[in-house]
């Protein structure tokens, strides 16, 4: 390999490799039906985030390109999506008014901000991060976003304004408010909502009794937004109403200039956290829906790269002046289905929604703004997953509890509190259930090698051999626990010599529990009963050989709970 | 029993069935002693707590006797002690200037609140919160606390003034008003901290060398703190340089009135966190030293009891105008040296101090500053622990730098910041720790029904038959890594057809790494691979029968790994 080719495949993307020439027409096919739902997406997550419409479009260019050249799954679709539309308003909107220049500055810093948040993690591979949030608390987080945001999509709908510092007044306003709907863009919008919710399930079978060929009818089931826009935008030019509801109004034609975001001081201090939430919360939604692809591909997907290509996307989005973007669920599942081989149908996407930008503005003047918001409604219904609630709360009462409670603190204080609330309660229940660890007095399954807990079994024991087995790692959070439990057992077995704490199952021993440990040897030799250590693990040996535990404990370290029974009862005083 | 008698035994404290007569002789002894101790340090620490000095003393009145109603203790000293003083200042500070009205009035809210969490948790029984801290963090905490006390009272040590936001400023601030040190207090402050210091270690094996009676050697020796403030004193006065230097001038003479603290909104608004943590860090030390003297005398010790007592003596410190107290060390040992039977010794040791109050203000006007400020600082050195930290270090890399950064949040960033640090630093390494759990592949050893780490023994495998076992319970935090780890020991085990993964370690399975492993199954499938579960736990398998896991699972669930073993390598296929 020479010096030019190694340098050509270091900065090549990890698809190119595998990319053949017959791949191209599909790709271009995939591009142009992912357009075709990225526009009216794109306009429509735009005012959600409170950004004008023409901002989704700019939102959805160099992001993709950026992704295609990174990324390391080949159907994802990069782009504006719900859940961090609905993030960056609620950033934003402290800070200035909704399509304010300010507001579209400050989005733009945000997207940048987020992006290198995202870059910066995938340089010093923090991939492990997506860990940190439980399943529970990512599905009870998206379903109280997703109900945050059909509720304040309700007035775009209906064509009534309401407003308030919490969700609870918002409804309330908006309840008032309803005898002040506008009974046309009401009529349009809920039509157009039940036709996108009909369609999602029902088009394509109809199209398929009709005749119509499996492939034909799931292209044609996915242009219905597109063509719902573009007949709702028709209706309103025919019937003259722009002027009787909302509509985008003329947007301006051609590309965005292209600009690093400015960054105001103050403006950064309040936006550095929202851009690390919205990166986090972005890259879970986006890893999550690489790795069900990836799976289904059997592709290798590298987490640390998809933070790095995450990262230029919103890089790239703030270039442009778009608001931050992520890989969508929808979008994707369209591409790969679709047939792209790579993610070089989304750089054909991105050509699609530019000749948009270029030559089809005019066509959204007339847009009305309700059926932007049936769109968008349409999408979080499919958010909200109460059955994963019922799932959670049967097999475990604290997770559906945690899963609840974030999906009631996004929708009653909003999302940085939800995620907060979601957060604590996964720590807190991770904490307080380590902290009350299963331990068992154990003894011998008669004529085996084998020791059980006493109280499932029957089983041989020795009073003067007590045998405590101890069902976690020790930790500050639960040593003092620990130390109270085997208290408790040494006076139901008053006639004990020895006791022996069987490790197996403890992986780790941190400074609080050795000195627990060290104080338990301390107070149990004067009573004349001797501690002992049995099927102690490799790693946790290892580190116990560090510390001042071998030098001071009297009793033994036993290899197997078996030598130490053997050993104690036969040495054992008779009582 | 009488309804009577049960009435008497349900509102008598915990000890006083266990009391004797003969008893009160001893403990009025000891109170006497802890008196003199506790005056000198009640002043100091007032002065530490920006109260003005009676307040000490006012605050050492009622929590000695509500405790002695209450806790469950026999030795137990409550009162003002250092790192309670401090964090009240620091709570304090921004409220209101030390020593005015407002400050005290607001110390006596900070004391009431934070007696009331102490109380309300009591009740609540919530003694195992103490758990919540690891030993490292509350030892850098302490220490942290210590230096932080110890650079504060530099300044009346040396009677020059300095004053910043941060540490290091105050640092520089003093460092600068060097050349302005008042060289009379000096003087007097630095050989009194010498004398203290010094008297620490030698004043017994010089009493006992000079032939007093060793009991009389250690009474004299607890002694020198009030022999000092009162040598201090009559030199002053000899002196005439109550101009020259800081003195505490006159108090005023008797009780204080009993009230309720005022709660102001705002107030309230301030101090209810800084009361919370207050309550926290008081309850986890003076928890750790009862349970040290509880060992020692083998008493029994509730920790609910002891929040109950502890919350009860803060009330009773507020009702006095006085601010946050708790157990101190110092104090309760002597307690415990001097034969105290029961807390009626602090009983008596509160009468001393009123008569003190009504007998004996005019002996602490001409009492040099500088000398309460050596007072607080040798009792402060004693809080450093340096061996701690190396100990811990040296034990595990993540400990020690936990301590370590408590220690400096606390000094340069304020005791909240550092608590905050310390707690945060404990619970991320928890996570990281379970984050990466061990895993093994195991192997059959020859002859025998255990199974070990192939990586450590010679042990018996089939290629057919990957066995691993998981070293940790299954949570969000690492189910993503074991998934990631169980694939790449697939990749190395190619011909198998079946995984068995060996749960003996597993205490818990989570949402999250309960859907990990149906989506385990779900890819295993298609490649012809059977996934196994062996030695589930009782309380486990119990939990997993509520899900979807055994349904779905095509493989079976073994009691023993033996089992798996010896069925699985008898019914597969030969490759």
Chains 1, 2 share one sequence.
Not at 191 to 211: D, E, I, M, Q, Y
Request: aromatic share 8%; proline share 5%.
């Amino acid at each position: 390999m020479t010096v030019l080719h190694r340098l050509l495949v270091a900065i090549t993307p990890p698809w190119w490799s595998r990319y053949r020439l017959e791949f191209v027409g599909n790709d271009i096919i995939a591009g142009l039906i992912v357009a075709l739902m990225l526009i009216p997406q794109g306009l429509a997550y735009a005012t959600l985030a409170g950004m004008p419409p023409q901002y989704g479009l700019y939102a959805s260019l160099l992001p993709v390109v950026f992704y295609a050249l990174l990324g390391s799954s080949s159907v994802m679709s990069v782009g504006p999506v719900a859940i961090t539309s609905l993030l960056s308003a609620s950033a934003l909107t402290p800070l200035a008014l909704a399509d304010s220049n300010e507001y579209v500055l400050a989005a733009a810093l945000l997207a940048f901000l987020s992006g290198a948040f995202l870059l910066a993690a995938g340089l010093l591979r923090l991939g492990a991060l997506a860990q940190l949030l439980s399943h529970p608390v990512v599905t009870g987080f998206i379903t109280g976003a997703a109900i945050l945001i059909i509720i304040s999509q309700l007035k775009p709908l209906l064509g009534v304004s309401a407003s308030g510092d919490n969700t609870l007044v918002v409804v309330i306003h908006l309840v008032a408010a309803l005898p002040q709907t506008n009974l046309l863009a009401a009529s349009i919008g809920v039509t157009g909502l039940f036709l996108l919710l009909f369609s999602r399930k029902n088009t394509v079978p109809l199209l398929l009794r009709a005749g119509v060929s499996p492939n034909l009818a799931r292209t044609l089931q996915r242009l219905v937004p597109m063509l719902l826009l573009l007949s709702g935008a028709a209706l309103v030019f025919v019937g003259k109403w722009q002027d009787d509801l909302q509509v985008i109004g003329a947007l301006p034609s051609g590309i965005p200039s292209f600009a690093l975001p400015e960054l105001h001081a103050d403006w950064f201090q309040e936006l550095w956290f929202p851009a690390l939430i919205i990166g986090l919360l972005g890259f879970v939604e986006s890893i999550s829906i690489a790795q069900s692809f990836a799976q289904q591909k059997r592709e290798p997907l590298d987490a640390n790269a998809e933070l790095r290509a995450l990262g230029a996307a919103n890089i790239g989005s703030a270039l442009a002046g778009g608001f931050p973007v992520t890989g969508g669920f929808s979008r994707t599942l369209v591409n790969a289905e679709a047939g792209a081989h790579s993610p070089l149908s989304g750089v054909f996407s991105a050509g699609f929604v530019l000749l948009a930008l270029w030559f089809a503005t005019e066509l959204f003047a007339f847009l009305p703004i309700t059926l932007l918001a049936a769109t968008i409604i349409s999408a979080a219904i499919q958010l909200v997953n109460a059955s994963a609630f019922t799932h959670a709360w049967r097999y475990d009462r604290a997770e559906g509890g945690a899963m609840l409670g974030t999906a009631l603190g996004v929708i009653l204080f909003g999302v940085e509190v939800g995620i907060g609330t979601g957060v604590a309660l996964s720590i807190i229940t991770l904490v307080w259930r380590t902290s009350r660890p299963h331990i068992a007095i154990v003894g011998r399954v008669p004529d085996t090698e084998h020791f059980r807990n006493v109280a499932r079994h029957q089983v041989v024991t020795d009073p003067r051999v007590l045998m405590i087995r101890i069902d976690e790692s020790l930790f500050f959070g639960n040593a003092e626990s620990v130390y109270a439990e085997i208290t408790l057992a040494l006076g139901r077995y008053g006639k004990a010599q020895h006791l022996v704490l069987i490790m197996s199952s403890v992986s780790h021993i941190d400074v609080t529990a050795l000195e627990m440990l060290l104080h338990l040897d301390e107070t149990l030799r004067p009573q004349g009963i001797t501690l002992h250590l049995a099927e102690v693990k490799g790693p946790v040996a290892d580190k116990l050989k560090e510390s001042a535990l071998p030098a001071r404990l009297e009793g033994e370290v036993f290899l197997t709970t078996y030598q130490a029974f053997q050993k104690l009862t036969t040495t054992s005083v008779q009582p």
